[in-house]
DNA sequence: ACCTGAACACCGTTCAAGT
DNA sequence: ACCTGAACACCGTTCAAGT
């Protein structure tokens, strides 16, 4: 996997490449590896909230200062993690090109549920493609041009497709609020089962089916409460449609 | 429209209900709505990084702690932006389904255009649900109901629905790194420009028509560079896609 | 009722100083 | 080379005090 990162000039700069260690088992102080896995136990054992440069040091046991010799600043870390999240999702390459892609948009679901709270960086920043990985990149082009996509059409369905790939789990996995969890809970739990079946009758009769379990009517997030059979039916319409448009 | 607003159970607490001022054309003074008011012309205006409390309380020439008595929370002004940005997308009944969403789809685009630094927000907090518009989930419900969803199908295809909207726009309107846009601009640009032809073939031959208009290959977000065509695409392919599972 | 003003517990990041 | 430590310019929010 080629992956391009933009890192020196774009998340800002380090001051030095700190030296590579020797091989010996000296006492291993501070690398940039231990920074991003350090970074990812943080935000997966806490949340998004927590996720603080100051609170990596806590975790890393050294002055906040300490983490800048290693990395350039916090985007980079996140950079990092999400190349790291998102490594090794494009699949084998496969005939069926509407195969391969739903197994590319569930590769992709599954490694953001092993990190659930990294999701929200990577749909809403754009420096979340500080790394741009090409052959995830050329994989999508080549399959969609087998299927027949070219030119204009190319660029269009390119897009369709990574809004599919990102746009489901991105909102499946969006942050809780930390503090009022409980109390947001109760609320909408209210809400759901207080619907006025005149206003809203078709709401009213399927609310029981549709608490924490739809968009908007949740309380909970994907980590929690995943959205398996929307995520599969989103999907499955979307190559679905994408094969209606060849056929057209 | 009816929304239901959990502000006050979770978003925060106000400390009293400030009273209503007598219609006589007196010093305003500080009211909720000039606050909502206030906090969307600062996003409009500069971006989400520079959208705080202090920053609010600056443009309105008060102290930041006068905020809190109109308002209870950050949440809270957020929760308001939102339902104020998203207020009245849902189109009018239609008797085809299918351009009843796509019209709805990108309804939610246009408002989102107008203060495209609200998108983040939405597809990334689960606060965003905080005030509920159940008159748009009853009549997305009573749509799909016509179209011939039903039982568990319901609940499924919902939820793709709401991907739908939120998904692409959400990604389009990213945020884009204040302090370093121009280096990084000018980075991306020369990860473009340079594709190795026999690495990654397809990429190459379509570089200049990727550039800046194709996720994750952008440097600039739907405020300067909108992604129509695949936003069409897409919502398109959804749409039929959907109509294909309704035949099966 | 509504605002000021001080204060608390946080941020990311820079830079000089140590070793 | 790599870390400490102080410092800067920020945050959201609470609470007492003013008017």
Known sequence: ME???????????????????KGNSETPGLTKEAVIEAA????????????????????????????????????????EMISRVLGGIVPEEQDDWKEWLKQLFRNYRQAIRVHPNVAPLIGV??????SVDL???????????????ADDDLLAVFNAVIATMVGFTTQEFSMVPKEEADDWAAAMQNVVASVDDT????????AGNFANKAFILRWQNGAF???????ETFIQ????????????
Chains 1, 2 share one sequence.
């Open 3 to 21: 992956v391009v990162s933009l890192s020196h000039s774009v998340v800002g700069r380090q001051r030095r490449t700190p030296k590579k260690r």
């Open 40 to 79: 990812l136990k943080l935000i997966d054992t806490t949340d998004l909230e927590s996720f603080s440069m100051r609170n990596l040091a806590k975790e890393l046991g050294v002055y906040p200062t300490a983490i800048y010799w290693h990395v350039p600043s916090r985007n980079a870390v996140i950079t």
């Open 125 to 130: 920043q754009l420096v979340s493609n500080a």
């Open 135 to 149: 052959d995830m990149i050329e994989s999508i082009l080549r399959t969609l041009s087998k299927a027949g996509f």
């Open 199 to 206: 206003r809203h009758p078709i709401l009213a009769r399927n």
């Open 225 to 231: 409460s995943p959205l398996d059979s929307g995520f």
């Open 237 to 248: 319409a979307v190559v679905d449609g994408l094969e209606v448009r060849l056929s057209q």
